[in-house]
């Protein structure tokens, strides 16, 4: 193997595949600083801003297939160092070239929504921000933001270049734009114009990036089942465990049912089950068999995830019972009126935020997280709602992006399961609440 580069050379690049494709492919793994196609030779060079970066992307290609709209992909250094390109028709990099009030914004890395708003947030203590306009380019999202003098310009570039706007993601490439002066005609979701306020909104515009909506539709991956989403999931997961998957899990599983043993068959019931296993992915059936009610079936919506749940859950204490999770010769649980049926329920929790809840995939901990509480809740509240489940050791109320959360530390961690399983998607004071597993070790 050739030495370590941050230029990855990719093979076997079809006319079918996109850059944005590609990006796909290793943006997981951190930022990419360039990217070229080499069609006449079915091939790309792409370079990550770090060496890390091209590191775990190789690493983990050796272990994993990656397979493009059908086609295998090879991946492997190149013999480039670094590539050379020209820069982009409207930007330059604000350490080479002359300062101006117009920055051009690439967000790489994106796994939450970009907006006009969040970005004025961003920015706006470096001076007064006149005009934002976003738009969507083969780099990914971009914006052009203009401030008032060129010395605030100076000092946003400074200071946010290279930075995440959220933990681990969004990380802000800010170059000078050579542009003038902004042109912005509507005040909406896509542009705006802070110095007039008066500006129509205009008709409900086409959306400048992906539908977040869709979590599938956050890295453009296709529905599960499809070779590529299955290698693009497994490259998030891994990218979400910091460059590796947990050992055991391959990421090529297609084996999505479970099947779990040693229940305690006086106390557990499908919700129970649900509630603990909807950590690792989301829920289809579960079915708790009644020839021997201390065995249940649970199919998972895809095998990446299914091997999540054997890898953490298995050995783990439920309701004084060791538990054994292991895979099904089932397929899939038929629908049946004994088969609890959560394909649709609003209570999975990969609905949405995708990337976030991979990373906070653990085995059991002895604190869980509490969250979607109400504006007025009270720590003795949420005490007297969890505490019958075990010794409390520690507990704290707080508010982060303005809603209120709480942490709360048990004894054991059969304790913190014990609460998890019960009141997971439980009312209290009027809000559905919802409890993970914290990987903090105290508060």
Do not use: W
Request: hydrophobic fraction near 35%; charge should be negative; glycine fraction near 6%.
């Amino acid at each position: 193997m050739a030495e370590p580069s941050r230029v990855i050379h990719i093979r076997n690049v079809g006319h079918e595949i996109s850059e944005s494709d590609l990006l796909q492919v290793v943006q997981p793994f951190g930022t990419v600083a360039k990217l070229v196609m080499l069609r006449a030779k079915n091939q790309a060079l792409v370079q990550m801003e770090d060496l890390a970066a091209s590191v775990s992307a190789i690493q983990y290609y050796t272990t994993i297939q990656p397979s493009v709209r059908g086609r295998n992909v090879y991946l492997q250094y190149s013999s480039h160092q670094e590539l050379t390109t020209d820069q982009s028709s409207h930007g330059r990099n604000p350490d080479q070239d002359e300062p101006n009030r117009i920055l051009l914004v690439t967000v790489h890395h994106m796994l939450y929504p970009m907006t006009v708003e969040v970005l004025h947030q961003v920015f706006s203590p470096y001076g007064f921000v006149e005009k934002i306009v976003t738009f969507q380019k083969s780099a990914g999202f971009q914006a052009l933001i203009q401030f008032e003098s060129r010395q605030s310009g100076i000092q946003a570039a400074g200071a946010l270049h290279g930075r995440n706007i959220y933990d681990g993601c969004c990380q802000l490439d800010i170059q000078y734009s050579n542009l003038t002066e902004l042109q912005v005609h509507y005040n909406n979701d896509r542009s705006r114009d802070f110095t007039n306020p008066s500006l129509p909104t205009e008709q409900r515009p086409r959306s400048s990036q992906p539908g977040f909506n869709d979590p599938s539709g956050l890295f453009g991956f296709q529905q599960p089942g499809g070779a590529y989403a299955q290698m693009g999931q497994a490259a998030m997961v891994a990218a979400a465990f910091g460059g590796t998957l947990p050992p055991g899990v391959t990421g090529t599983n297609d084996r999505c049912t479970l099947i779990v043993s040693n229940l305690n068959s006086d106390r557990v019931d499908a919700d129970k089950l649900f509630n603990l296993f909807s950590i690792y992915g989301n829920i289809v059936r579960i079915k708790v068999l009644r020839n021997k009610p201390d065995h249940a079936l649970v199919q998972m919506a895809d095998g990446l995830q299914a091997e999540l749940a054997v890898h953490y859950l298995k050995g783990a204490m439920l309701l004084g019972q060791k538990l054994e999770v292991n895979f099904s010769k089932y397929p899939t649980i038929t629908p049946a009126p004994d088969a609890n049926d959560y394909s649709t329920s609003n209570l999975n929790r990969f609905n949405s935020n995708v990337v976030k809840n991979y990373r906070h995939c653990c085995a059991p901990t002895k604190m869980i997280h509490i969250s979607a509480l109400s504006q007025e809740i009270t720590e003795d509240a949420i005490l007297d709602h969890v505490s019958e489940h075990g010794t409390v050791v520690k507990s704290k109320l707080f508010e982060a992006g303005g809603k209120t959360q709480a942490l709360v530390q048990f004894e054991s961690e059969e304790a913190a399961t014990e609460a998890l399983v019960s009141k997971h998607a439980s009312k209290l004071e009027g809000s559905t609440i919802r409890i993970s597993f914290s990987q903090m070790q105290n508060i």
